[in-house]
């Protein structure tokens, strides 16, 4: 679905580009935002390998969601790139990115309130190819366990229910990787629970996930891999038992240098 025969396209296998790993999906080379004077992101090299699920932590104002907003082409970078499956994709506009296979869902629900359950599956799978979008619709409604709320206006739903409903939106465009910007957060530990077990048998069919979390416990349920981010910089990575017991992760976040 990326478009490597498009000559504006500057097509640079990720490898090629940042010497990292062979496997990677997603890589960002230096990248870096600048805001007026404070450089909220700042040469940053993130690589999220294939089928990977990776969360991104760190205290307030690490530069976390400026990060993401990069990779989805919300924002520009100052400088940098951002390559995904092979395509350096620093200069395509957003909704292109997501085409490309690149799918995001931010804090708030981004939902047509006024719309029944089914009728939002369906407004992205219009975008799609597929041919039956009533099974399609059906298997989502499955797959998220909104099957019995299918016509209910989705502004009725919980918050909870809304965030499924809004990750099943993204799903049905089979992206190749998913980004989620704190897709827990207000949530009971029952919808957390329920949203915890879509993103592992969504990743379990394959679908790569970068998920910016607060929440430890969650972060601890979900991934093995956890990258830290502090003040615009990547700090560590690792698996998250060695994240958790780095005495400089724990003052970080206690707002002392590390
Ligand atoms: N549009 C903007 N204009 C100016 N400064 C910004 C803008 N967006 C973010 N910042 C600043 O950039 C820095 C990083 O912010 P960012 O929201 O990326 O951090 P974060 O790690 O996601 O934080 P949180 O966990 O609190 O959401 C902060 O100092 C923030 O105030």
Redesign the pocket.
């Known amino acids: 679905m990326s478009t490597p025969g498009d000559p504006n396209v500057r097509v640079t296998p990720a490898v090629a580009a940042t010497g990292l790993d062979q496997d990677a999906v997603l890589a960002t080379e230096n990248v870096t935002k600048h805001?007026?004077g404070?450089t909220?992101v700042d040469s940053v090299d993130f690589t999220v390998a294939e089928g990977e699920l990776r969360c991104l932590i760190?205290?307030?104002?690490?530069?976390?969601?400026?990060?993401l907003e990069l990779i989805t082409g919300q924002l520009s970078p100052t400088k940098g790139h951002v390559y995904f499956d092979g395509i350096d994709l620093t200069d395509m506009p957003a909704h292109e990115r997501i085409d490309a296979g690149l799918s995001v869902k931010f804090q708030s629900p981004h939902i047509y309130e006024g719309l029944t359950v089914a009728q939002n599956l369906q407004i992205p799978l219009q975008r799609t190819d597929c041919d039956d979008i009533r099974s399609a619709t059906h298997e989502t409604l499955e797959e998220i366990e909104l099957a019995d709320r299918a016509d209910t206006p989705a502004g009725d739903l919980s918050h909870g229910q809304q965030q499924r409903l809004e990750i099943g939106m993204a799903t049905t465009l089979e992206p190749t990787l998913m980004l989620l910007d704190e897709p827990v957060a207000g949530m009971s530990v029952e919808e957390t629970a329920s949203v915890a077990d879509l993103i592992r048998s969504l990743n379990d069919d394959g679908m790569a996930f970068v998920v910016?979390e607060?929440d430890m416990e969650f972060v601890r349920t979900i991934s093995d891999q956890v990258t830290v981010?502090n003040q615009?910089s990547i700090f560590r990575q690792g698996p998250i038992e060695e994240i958790e017991a780095d005495e400089a992760v724990q003052r970080i976040y206690l707002g002392e240098d590390a």
């Not at 760190?58 to 990060?67: D, E, M, R």
């Open positions: 805001f007026g404070l909220a760190g205290p307030n104002g690490a530069g976390k969601s400026t990060l910016i607060h981010l615009g």
